[in-house]
């Protein structure tokens, strides 16, 4: 099985009225970060036979936005597993309900959501300073759990994406206008 561990996308700043912080939505560069992020998964040909998020507005609206442009169209499952305050035992148990499943994407929140991630790739066991991942917003990364611990086999910031992206459009959009015209 793989999972795919996507911290939301950007939402702007964090209200200190938590019930207000719980609404609060993506924003302009959440959106594209989620566009990012759905090319990406999209040039690999990533399909997911899952998509779970944390029940927090912003988590939703990535998990539906890069689900949409990957082709999920099946109902994203919910589940406080994947909340900012959930534990690691509640995150585990849920990684476990998800056997039989073969790609997986799973949304959530900072600080918990690295914390999760090295367990993971540790053998569950999350010992502070052992792993320290940095997931930025809308960061994606890819473990794979055929075997205890799981594989980390990459980590991608939307940064690099959009890097990548824009140094891609420029270059092809070179070669096309030096490109001689064929006559037909």
Not at 14 to 29: C, F, G, H, L, Q
Not at 112 to 125: E, V, Y
Not at 129 to 134: D, E, N, S, Y
Not at 139 to 147: H, M, N, Q, S, Y
């Amino acid at each position: 099985m793989n999972i795919y561990i996507l911290r939301h996308a950007s939402a702007g700043t964090r209200r200190a009225n938590p019930i207000t912080d719980a609404k609060r939505p993506i924003d302009k560069e959440g959106k594209l970060q989620c566009m990012l992020i759905g090319s990406y998964l999209n040039a690999l040909k990533i399909h997911f036979d899952l998509v779970a998020s944390s029940p927090l507005k912003r988590a939703l609206q990535t998990a539906s936005l890069v689900g949409t442009e990957v082709g999920f169209d099946s109902q994203i499952q919910v589940t406080p597993a994947l909340a900012p305050d959930a534990t690691l035992a509640a995150f585990l148990a849920f990684i476990n309900e998800l056997q039989g499943n073969e790609n997986v994407l799973l949304v959530g929140h900072n600080p918990n959501l690295p914390q999760f991630l090295g367990s993971l790739i540790m053998n569950g066991s999350a010992v502070p300073g052992r792993a320290a991942i940095r997931l930025r917003k809308g960061a994606l990364a890819r473990i794979d759990l055929t075997r205890r611990p799981g594989m980390l086999h990459w980590l991608v910031d939307p940064r690099i994406l959009q890097g990548v992206y824009g140094n891609a459009t420029k270059t092809v959009r070179r070669r096309a206008l030096k490109a001689p015209l064929k006559k037909i």
